[in-house]
């Protein structure tokens, strides 16, 4: 059967005290709503209806690369009301699976069962047991059918007792769902329209709703302010850490480690405290990440190690490198096989060869670099002259000595040495030494200033 997902994300979030609507704060780096999206994606689903209210231009462009459906709800006059926004898109002879904006977690394997069990009934509610089920909607049974939901401010003191609740997500049919849409009111102590009443409606027509549990409990909690976002993110850390020490990786404390896009690893993975990792990163086997480092979208090769508080982006290290502490590879670094990147060296877009080195105090910017070169402390790869980029490039075993400057554009030979402090402004040929410095001259008999 056709299947419409309609996701709930009109609430203005009042309670995180923010200017950005509340699906739009992100757990792990992504927006709450487009974790949802993502996830609906993976269930076969035919349309996606989003009912929004507050924030639509945010909402609209943090969401312009996935294709949605728009619903404006005007006014939030309730979570029955937000459905009827997107009513019209709906057809009868669908299924219509209604999550919320607020619950990024939802696993597609829980919502695949929450499908399958509308296969055998009429709606199916996805419910969950808490201990403190304080604020949430009751599940009111008799026997093994649901009944109703009452609202925490409408239930009496029994229903309160209640453990089970309503997560916010079910599923029934389009002409059902319609047909009680039409017969909801507002006669209740929020005054608002609840979607929660077509249950009781569902019951009375003799339907039969049933319920089905998430894979994992957390995965069905909703957000609603800072505090529960930051708890929730840490819940969700902690199982990526889980799943990683699963397939092997040292970690060396999973409460301090996240992981804000994929990593993947190879065998014997070893990372540190406080790594972050964003974007798509790959670890193969033995790479060992040193404490506070910053990886996003890079490949890290065999063997290599990061040292501490090193930061790569959109970079690719190959197998056996060093790099750090205290290193920073920007977007098309691409390091050959046995680099080393010293403490405070800054590497933009260049290729630096196998077993290269460049180990203290440098900036390599649009730069090719050979084999089996020696970059000395300090050296500056000068690449831009305010208004274009030019290019450097060093052959197979050259030595800059410490303090050098290459003016770009530059190319240095083959075996070619530049002495220390040199500022090299002419291409230098295949084992040429190059000196370009103020001569040195020892004065002697030189008189120390007085104080006066
Ligand atoms: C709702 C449920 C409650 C359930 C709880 C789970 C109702 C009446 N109650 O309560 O049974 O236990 O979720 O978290 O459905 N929204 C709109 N437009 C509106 C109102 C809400 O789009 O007019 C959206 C919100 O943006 C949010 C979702 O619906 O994503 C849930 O709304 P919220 O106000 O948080 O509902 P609760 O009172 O928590
Ligand atoms: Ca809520």
């Given at each position: 059967m056709a299947l419409s997902v309609i996701i709930l994300a009109a609430g203005k979030g009042t309670r995180m005290k923010s200017d950005l609507p509340k699906v739009l704060h992100t757990l792990a780096n992504k927006p709450m709503v487009e974790h949802i999206i993502d996830t609906v994606k993976q269930i076969n689903c035919d349309n996606v209806h989003l009912v929004y209210g507050h924030g639509a231009e945010q909402?609209?462009?943090?969401?312009?690369?996935?294709?949605?459906?728009?619903?404006?709800?005007?006014?939030?006059?309730?979570?029955?009301?937000?459905?009827?926004?997107?009513?019209?898109?709906?057809?009868?002879?669908?299924?219509?699976?209604?999550?919320?904006?607020?619950?990024?977690?939802?696993?597609?394997?829980?919502?695949?069962?929450?499908?399958?069990?509308?296969?055998?009934?009429?709606?199916?509610?996805?419910?969950?047991?808490?201990?403190?089920?304080t604020g949430m909607g009751r599940i009111i049974r008799d026997g093994d059918n649901i009944t109703a939901i009452v609202e925490h401010k409408d239930a009496s003191d029994a229903q309160r007792l209640i453990k089970e609740i309503n997560t916010g997500m079910m599923i029934m049919s389009g002409s059902d769902l319609k047909r009680w849409l039409g017969k909801l009111s507002n006669d209740n102590a929020q005054g608002e329209y609840y979607l929660t009443d077509v249950i009781a409606m569902a019951a009375s027509e003799g339907k039969k709703v049933q319920s089905a549990q998430p894979v994992w409990e957390r995965e069905v909690e909703g957000i609603n302010n800072r505090m529960q976002l930051a708890s929730l993110e840490r819940?969700?850390?902690?199982?990526?850490?889980?799943?990683?020490?699963?397939?092997?990786?040292?970690?060396?404390?999973?409460?301090?480690?996240?992981?804000?896009?994929?990593?993947?690893?190879?065998?014997?993975?070893?990372?540190?405290?406080?790594?972050?990792?964003?974007?798509?990163?790959?670890?193969?086997?033995?790479?060992?990440?040193?404490?506070?480092?910053?990886?996003?979208?890079?490949?890290?090769?065999?063997?290599?190690?990061?040292?501490?508080?090193?930061?790569?982006?959109?970079?690719?290290?190959?197998?056996?490198?060093?790099?750090?502490?205290?290193?920073?590879?920007?977007?098309?670094?691409?390091?050959?096989?046995?680099?080393k990147i010293g403490n405070f060296v800054e590497v933009k877009k260049s290729i630096i060869g196998k077993g290269s080195k460049v180990n203290h105090l440098s900036y390599i910017g649009d730069a090719q670099i050979g084999e089996a070169v020696n970059?000395?402390?300090?050296?500056?790869?000068?690449?831009?002259?305010?208004?274009?980029?030019?290019?450097?490039?060093i052959n197979d075993g050259v030595f800059i000595g410490s303090n050098s400057s290459l003016v770009a554009p530059v190319v240095i030979g083959k075996g070619a040495t530049v002495g220390a402090g040199s500022i090299i402004t002419k291409s230098v040929e295949d084992e040429q030494l190059a000196i370009a410095r103020g001569k040195q001259r020892n004065i002697s008999g030189w008189q120390k200033p007085t104080k006066k």
């Amino acid at each position: 059967m056709a299947l419409s997902v309609i996701i709930l994300a009109a609430g203005k979030g009042t309670r995180m005290k923010s200017d950005l609507p509340k699906v739009l704060h992100t757990l792990a780096n992504k927006p709450m709503v487009e974790h949802i999206i993502d996830t609906v994606k993976q269930i076969n689903c035919d349309n996606v209806h989003l009912v929004y209210g507050h924030g639509a231009e945010q909402l609209q462009s943090a969401l312009q690369a996935h294709s949605v459906s728009w619903c404006l709800q005007s006014e939030q006059l309730g979570t029955g009301h937000a459905v009827m926004q997107a009513q019209q898109h709906i057809s009868d002879n669908e299924d219509v699976l209604i999550l919320v904006g607020d619950a990024p977690l939802v696993s597609a394997q829980t919502l695949t069962r929450l499908v399958e069990v509308k296969a055998h009934c009429d709606l199916a509610l996805l419910t969950v047991n808490l201990d403190d089920p304080t604020g949430m909607g009751r599940i009111i049974r008799d026997g093994d059918n649901i009944t109703a939901i009452v609202e925490h401010k409408d239930a009496s003191d029994a229903q309160r007792l209640i453990k089970e609740i309503n997560t916010g997500m079910m599923i029934m049919s389009g002409s059902d769902l319609k047909r009680w849409l039409g017969k909801l009111s507002n006669d209740n102590a929020q005054g608002e329209y609840y979607l929660t009443d077509v249950i009781a409606m569902a019951a009375s027509e003799g339907k039969k709703v049933q319920s089905a549990q998430p894979v994992w409990e957390r995965e069905v909690e909703g957000i609603n302010n800072r505090m529960q976002l930051a708890s929730l993110e840490r819940a969700f850390q902690l199982k990526q850490a889980e799943n990683l020490m699963e397939q092997g990786v040292r970690l060396a404390d999973p409460a301090r480690f996240d992981v804000r896009g994929t990593l993947v690893v190879g065998r014997d993975v070893s990372i540190d405290i406080n790594a972050v990792f964003e974007g798509k990163v790959v670890l193969a086997d033995n790479v060992s990440i040193g404490p506070n480092c910053v990886l996003k979208n890079c490949e890290i090769g065999e063997g290599s190690f990061i040292e501490a508080f090193s930061h790569i982006e959109d970079a690719k290290v190959d197998a056996s490198c060093q790099i750090g502490p205290y290193a920073r590879l920007r977007p098309g670094s691409d390091l050959h096989p046995g680099v080393k990147i010293g403490n405070f060296v800054e590497v933009k877009k260049s290729i630096i060869g196998k077993g290269s080195k460049v180990n203290h105090l440098s900036y390599i910017g649009d730069a090719q670099i050979g084999e089996a070169v020696n970059i000395g402390a300090g050296t500056i790869t000068c690449n831009y002259d305010g208004v274009n980029k030019f290019k450097t490039q060093i052959n197979d075993g050259v030595f800059i000595g410490s303090n050098s400057s290459l003016v770009a554009p530059v190319v240095i030979g083959k075996g070619a040495t530049v002495g220390a402090g040199s500022i090299i402004t002419k291409s230098v040929e295949d084992e040429q030494l190059a000196i370009a410095r103020g001569k040195q001259r020892n004065i002697s008999g030189w008189q120390k200033p007085t104080k006066k």
